[in-house]
């Protein structure tokens, strides 16, 4: 029985779903093996990350890829849309629903070509930057107020240039410092879960 499956089937009291609050997390990206080592699917090597961390398995489930984690006492529904970028929204919509989780307890981890490589960002709100992933989260949700991981891949392309920068694999010296920039991140969504949004981008922002 894969844990979906006893997830589901279990009885959720009151006095359950008060200790083990639930969080959606949900990495941004395009399926597709040509899209694996993208600069703009470092949301899915996010959750991928911490899944592995974990020894959590993802699941194919409707409209994306989803799994589990415990933090303590919180629970970590890690996404990774199977939507494609443009239409990241709906995904994010249906399991809000699915699970109950309202936006503040959704934290959204996303590319950035404002930030330098490897920093990261975390916001409660704000605009979607040009971004399309955001853009229609922004839509589908009616609401810029969501909290938002950034994750800076640079602007280091030519005039031109940004789409096959932004869809262009890692250089070996990113994939070299990835490992240890993704740990950063996984410990900045777990600090949002466990202490909140603002202690999250007090300890994080700009790390």
Do not use: C
Not at 31 to 37: K, L, P, R
């Amino acid at each position: 029985m894969n844990f979906f499956t006893k997830w589901f089937l279990k009885p959720h009291t009151q006095a359950n779903s008060q200790v083990m609050k639930k969080y959606l997390i949900v990495g941004l990206g395009n399926i597709g093996a040509e899209y694996v080592n993208t600069r703009h699917n470092i949301g899915f090597k996010a959750v991928d990350f911490m899944a592995n961390e974990s020894g959590a398995t993802f699941e194919t489930v409707k409209l994306g890829a989803l799994t589990e984690i415990k933090v303590k006492n919180k629970i970590l529904l890690l996404l990774k849309p199977n939507t494609y970028m443009n239409l990241s929204g709906k995904a994010v919509q249906y399991w809000m629903d699915k699970e109950k989780i309202t936006k503040e307890n959704v934290l959204i981890i996303t590319d950035d070509l404002n930030l330098p490589f490897g920093t990261v960002r975390i916001k409660g709100k704000g605009s979607d930057g040009g971004h399309n992933g955001l853009k229609n989260i922004q839509l589908v949700l009616n609401s810029a107020e969501y909290p938002r991981l950034r994750f800076g891949i640079s602007d280091q392309f030519k005039k031109g240039q940004q789409i096959d920068y932004v869809l262009g694999n890692w250089t070996d010296e990113e994939s070299t410092a990835l490992k240890e920039r993704l740990q950063v991140v996984s410990d900045a969504v777990k600090e949002f879960a466990l202490a909140g949004l603002n202690h999250a981008m007090n300890n994080y922002n700009g790390k």
